[in-house]
């Protein structure tokens, strides 16, 4: 792995204000396979204005213009799938083929879909005698996960950029090569200096002083539910607005006229995709009384053909977790399930069976999981599923909204109508019907304690924008 020794600050490489780096560790093998600057608040300081002094030209820029720029960062990412997947892999453990159908490609079909947004979208409109301006919100302050490095990244950078607003970056520590990779694709598409600032650092420092910063006028941050109190907190009493994606405990509800194989197999996958690593997985799976004894078998079977292995290798399904903190956040989480009552029906809170060196978690199955559990209620994380029984139909809506959080979610039935009622009455962000493929265009974003704010698509746009009227 290569990474460059500076930040990326109005349109070239500057080293780091402070001697400190952050060192990049290869979950897989535990091996450090590069290092960062450790950014301080002199480095954000500088960041932030880069982009105010860029701001006035970018948001002037029209639309058309706008849009072939971000264009021209899409072909940019395009170009660099290999490496893009390749790093991802390295720096998050994830398996290759994954990162190249979700960490890489994804994120270039999000660039696309705002480039044509850009070009499309009204930022005028006529309202009787009102004519109506949609502005840039102003400087943004980006803050992303290391789940999905890059994807988030993408879904930050590309609706601001797109609004006319300029953007500075703080990545995750655990993943930061990848948004140096992203720098160099807004330099190679001829984004205006300043447009896009790149701050590499610890988030109690440079995360802490972006949020802070009296240039920062919008922060969007992707993480914890806790972190995202702490922004919220620091955002409100400067006034400033603030988009958050935070957790997620999402109910995947079969009903009993649902092909439980089909449900049970791709709730599963859901759930061990990444490594359990996603914020709006499936982990907790409603299943009828009638048939909880059969889900459970299935889904243990299921659970069984992710074997953990080197995630270079194609064959692969399941890499290891992103740190060595990370597996005993899970595997603690699995002993309190054990120790609550929950039995193990596929894997386990021990290490797998022949892995000697990695941060890697059996994907496991807790059966018996009751609402009150605190598997049940808090965010693991990891690869591991905790099938649900109910009664009928409303108590199965009952423990779906029995969560502080409301981000994602699924119904299978026989029919979408069927699916669709249910759906309805989830108190959730996004609802699967019946296996429903991802949509980018399609707004994502939490209810309750999973945050406020919407991404992707024209809601994710105008995240980004201000409203202004001209009276006539």
Known sequence: MQAHNGMYIDGEWRPAAGGGTIEVVNPA????????????????????????????????????????????????????????????????????????????????????????????????????????????????????????????????????????????????????????????????????????????????????????????????????????????????????????????KSANVILPSADLVKAVKIGVGNVMANAGQTCSAWTRMLVHADRYDEAVEIAAAAAAKYVPGDPTDPATRLGPVVSAAQRERVTGYVRTGIAEGAAVAAGGPEAPEGVERGYYVRPTVLAGVTPGMTVAREEIFGPVLCVMRYEDTEDAVRIANDSEYGLAGAVWAADDE????????????????????????????????????????????????QTKSLQF
Not at 72 to 92: G, P
Not at 427 to 434: F, I
Not at 447 to 457: A, D, T
């Open 418 to 465: 069927e699916a669709i009622a249910v759906a309805r009455r989830l108190q959730t962000g996004q609802v699967d019907v019946n296996g429903g493929r991802f949509n980018p265009l399609a707004p994502f974003g939490g209810y309750k304690r999973s945050g406020v704010g919407r991404e992707l698509g024209p809601h994710g746009l105008t995240e980004y924008l």
């Open 29 to 248: 093998t535990e091996e450090v396979i590069g290092a960062v600057p450790a950014g301080t608040a002199e480095d954000v300081d500088a960041a932030v204005r880069a982009a105010r002094a860029a701001l006035p030209a970018w948001a002037a820029t029209p639309p058309a213009e706008r849009a072939a720029r971000i264009g021209a960062l899409r072909d940019a990412l395009a170009a660099r799938r290999e490496a893009i997947a390749a790093t991802v892999t390295a720096e998050l453990g994830a398996p290759l083929s994954f990162s190249q159908a979700v960490h890489a490609d994804l994120p270039v079909t999000v660039a696309g879909t705002y480039a044509a947004l850009a070009a499309e979208h009204p930022f005028e409109e006529e309202l009787g005698t009102s004519r109506v301006l949609h502005e840039p919100v102003g400087v943004v302050g980006a803050i992303t996960p290391w789940n999905y490095p890059l994807h988030q990244i993408v879904a930050k950078a590309a609706p601001a950029l797109a609004a006319g607003c300029t953007v500075v970056l703080k990545p995750a520590e655990d993943t930061p090569l990848v948004a140096q990779l992203f720098a160099e694709a807004v330099a190679e598409a001829g984004l205006p200096a300043g447009a896009f600032n790149l701050v590499t650092g610890l988030g109690p420092v440079a995360g802490q002083a972006l949020a802070e910063h009296e240039g920062v006028d919008m922060l969007s941050f992707t993480g914890s539910t806790a972190v995202g109190r702490r922004i919220g907190a620091l955002a409100g009493g400067a006034v400033k607005r603030v988009a958050l994606e935070l957790g997620g």
